[in-house]
């Protein structure tokens, strides 16, 4: 088999990078480890940038999106029993924000790449990456027991946190910055009519918790938890007690309880990886750095990263100019950065850290209370949030 770029992860960074190569005339081929039903149905992030929407619709994917997602220009930040409007639009100049679950864009890349005849390996096993630090890589797998092998001018690496490219660049080559925190999230979701009409994320004595949607009957509710807790440490009505005390305001306001019918715990941690390029293998999304959720930007950072990448692959087939690609850890990084800070610092405002720090508690409450009352504070989180611009 032979392609121009062999692409390891059909997760949003694979799938999107395929997705706008093709747009751009150059061949790639992904290979996946899961099925197709399996990445269409795991449940994990679900709030897109301006900018990551606009990139779906001008590469041809968003009519659903655009249809059965929710446009949110504000979000609401909740402590001290009660709530204050963060306006988004207002704020940036008119930007805002799709609720939009990262399994729906998924599925709508899967179906317009296999529409347009583009090529996706799903269940390959035992994936390894060849020569890329020669002109001349390849992938070695195995697909339905035999052996195969993929040579392209180009390896993307975009096979997630636990994938097998970042380790493929030698560790003496690369530098890895990390910090976990000591606290995970339980994520739920409910059968059950919209509590807000937009996000709430609420400070709590007892630890943060985030009402979110995915659509008008069924919701998206997080809470911080142990990152150790077993979900069976968590019944149905514990959950929903430590909701309504976090997110209890003095005004009577009332969470829209429902049926739970998923749940899971997701650990978080800050990680960067430099630099993201090694040779002809180029890193891209969770491969190269991971954010906790509390930015909502970890999709949002693989949308950036492909968009680099996918730019500067196109410059190179169209012009032999490999300048571009030279820069793409450079490029990319600065984004990384800017979003892993917002990502540390909105969890840190947020969440409880240990148990008995009533110094930390007040800083947080004074940390809020600026932002909520600040105009220049309320911009800077606004602007972040929403995505600052691309270049
Ligand atoms: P991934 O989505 O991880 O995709 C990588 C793909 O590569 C996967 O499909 C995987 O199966 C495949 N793969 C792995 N190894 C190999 C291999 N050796 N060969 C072939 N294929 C391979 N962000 C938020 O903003 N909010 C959230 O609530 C949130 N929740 C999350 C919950 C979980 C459990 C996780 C793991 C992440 C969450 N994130 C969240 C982060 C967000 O979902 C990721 O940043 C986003 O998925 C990154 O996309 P990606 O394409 O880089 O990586
Ligand atoms: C969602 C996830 C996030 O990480 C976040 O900050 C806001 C919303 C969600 O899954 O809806």
């Known amino acids: 088999m032979r392609t121009q770029v062999g692409i390891v992860g059909a997760g949003p ?23 197709r039903e399996e990445i269409e149905a795991t449940i994990r992030a679900g709030v897109l940038e301006q900018g990551t929407v606009d990139m779906l619709n001008e590469c041809g994917v968003g009519t659903r ?24 639009a ?25 529409e347009s005849g583009g090529k996706i390996h799903f269940g390959v096993e035992g ?46 080559l690369r530098r890895e910055f990390a910090r976990s925190y000591p606290f995970g ?21 007892r630890g943060f918790a985030l009402v979110s949607t995915r659509s008008p009957q069924i919701q998206r509710l997080y809470l911080q938890c142990d990152p150790q807790d077993a979900l069976d440490e968590w019944p149905d009505e514990r959950i929903w007690t430590e909701l309504r005390a976090r997110l209890a305001t003095t005004d009577g306001w009332k969470l829209k309880e429902g049926r739970i019918f998923q749940k899971g715990i997701v650990a978080m941690r800050s990680f960067v990886v430099e630099p993201m390029q090694h040779g002809r293998l ?18 949002n950072l693989a949308a950036a990263d492909v968009r680099v990448l996918a730019s500067a692959l196109a410059a190179f087939y169209r012009s032999g100019d490999e300048a571009r690609l030279a820069a793409y850890s450079a490029t990319a990084l600065r984004r990384v950065w800017r979003a892993e800070h917002f990502s540390w610092w909105m969890t840190s405002m947020l969440h409880r850290f240990h148990d008995d720090d009533a110094f930390s508690l007040r800083l947080q409450r004074a940390q809020l209370e600026y932002v909520v009352g600040s105009k220049a504070a309320a911009t800077s989180l606004a602007e972040n949030y929403v995505g600052l611009p691309w270049d």
Do not use: N
Not at 17 to 33: H, I, P, Q, T
Not at 70 to 84: D, S
Not at 95 to 109: C, F, P, S
Not at 283 to 299: E, S
């Open 65 to 88: 999106m655009m249809r059965e997602g929710a446009l949110h220009r504000g979000i609401e930040l909740r402590f001290g029993g009660q709530g204050h409007r963060i306006d988004l």
């Open 185 to 205: 999230w339980l994520g739920i979701l409910v059968e059950a009519p919209p509590s807000s009409d937009e996000l709430i994320y609420a400070w709590h004595e």
């Open 13 to 35: 960074a694979g799938l999107l990078l395929a997705r706008l190569l093709e747009r751009a005339g150059v061949d790639a081929v992904v290979l996946e480890s899961r099925g």
């Open 282 to 299: 180029f890193l891209a999304g969770d491969a190269a750095h991971i954010v906790p959720p509390t930015g909502a930007k970890g999709l």
């Open 90 to 114: 207002g704020l940036t100049g008119g930007r805002a924000i799709m609720v939009y679950a990262q399994h729906e864009v998924i599925k709508d890349l899967v179906a317009a790449r296999l």
């Open 127 to 172: 994936v390894s990456l060849q020569d890329v630090d020669t002109r001349t890589p390849s992938i070695h797998f195995r697909k339905d027991g035999a052996g195969e092998r993929l040579e392209c001018d180009f390896v993307a690496g975009c096979d997630g946190f636990h994938g097998v490219s970042r380790p493929t660049v030698p560790s003496r």
